[in-house]
C-alpha cells in the first residue's frame, strides 16, 4: 500500500471527494516500525495512526499487571482516533506484531481538515464509540462469565456475525487468551473438549461447529451456570 492510498484505505474517509482525501494524503507522516515496537501509549498519544501494512495488537495493562488483549488491527484500520479530540491520556497501548508501517495524523493537522470537512468529527466518534461497546462487552464477559461460557460464546459470535458455521479464528492461541484473560494452555484444552463433546470440528486455526442451533441452546446454558 502506497502513501497516496493511505487515506483512501480508511472507511472513515470513504464519503469525502478525491480533493479532500488527497489532501488528507499529504499531511499524514509515514513511520515504519519494527515487530514488538510501541507505537502507541499513554506516554505517546500523538495522533490517530493509520494502519498502511502489517498487523497491530491493542492492549491494555491489567490492575494485576497482565496485558489484557483488546483487538488486533491490520491493514486500513484507525487507533488513536480520540486524542483527536482529548487532551487525556489514553489507557491502551498499541505494538507492532509484525512489520508494520503507519501513517500518523497529528491533533494539530487534524483541526485543518476539521474546517474543510465538519463530518469526519461525527465518523471518527462513531468508530470509537463502536470499539468503546466493545471493550465494554470483553470487561462484562471476563467479569461475570466462566471461561468455558467466554470461548464457546466467542466462537458462537463469530459464527452468528458471519451466518456461517464455519468460522476462522482471527487470533493465534496466545492473542485468544489474552484476549479472554485466560491462558493458552487452558484455551487449547477447553476448545478440545468441545471437539470431544460433539459440538465443534477443529482444524487448525478453522472451527467447524456441527450443529449451530444446539451449540446456541450450549453456550447459554454455560452463561446460566
Excluded at 483527536?84 to 491520556?89: H, N, P, T
Excluded at 492473542?175 to 477447553?190: D, H, I, W
Aim: charged fraction near 25%.
Amino acid at each position: 500500500m502506497d502513501r497516496h492510498s493511505c487515506a483512501y484505505s480508511v472507511p472513515i474517509f470513504s464519503h469525502l471527494s478525491n480533493q479532500s482525501i488527497s489532501k488528507i494524503d499529504g499531511i499524514l507522516t509515514r513511520l515504519e516500525f519494527e515487530r514488538g515496537e510501541t507505537i502507541f501509549s499513554p506516554l505517546k498519544p500523538i495522533g490517530m495512526f493509520i494502519v498502511a501494512r502489517g498487523k497491530v495488537k491493542e492492549y491494555q495493562i491489567s490492575a494485576s499487571g497482565k496485558e489484557q488483549l483488546l483487538r488486533i488491527i491490520g491493514s486500513g484500520g484507525v487507533v488513536g482516533e480520540h486524542t483527536l479530540f482529548s487532551d487525556e491520556a489514553p489507557e491502551t497501548y498499541v505494538n507492532a506484531i509484525t512489520k508494520t508501517s503507519i501513517c500518523l495524523l497529528r491533533k494539530e493537522d487534524f483541526k485543518n481538515i476539521l474546517l474543510e470537512n465538519p463530518t469526519i468529527s461525527f465518523e471518527l466518534l462513531t468508530e470509537y464509540n463502536k470499539k468503546l461497546k466493545e471493550t465494554e462487552k470483553q470487561t462484562l464477559t471476563i467479569a461475570t462469565e466462566n471461561v468455558n461460557s467466554r470461548i464457546a460464546s466467542f466462537i458462537l459470535d463469530i459464527a452468528l456475525s458471519k451466518n456461517e458455521n464455519i468460522i476462522e479464528l482471527p487470533f493465534a492461541l496466545k492473542e485468544l487468551a489474552s484476549f479472554l484473560a485466560t491462558t493458552p494452555e487452558t484455551v487449547s484444552r477447553k476448545l478440545k473438549d468441545l471437539e470431544l463433546g460433539g459440538y465443534i470440528i477443529r482444524s487448525g486455526s478453522k472451527i467447524k461447529i456441527i450443529d449451530l442451533e444446539e451449540f446456541s441452546e450450549y453456550t447459554s446454558k454455560l452463561k446460566n451456570d
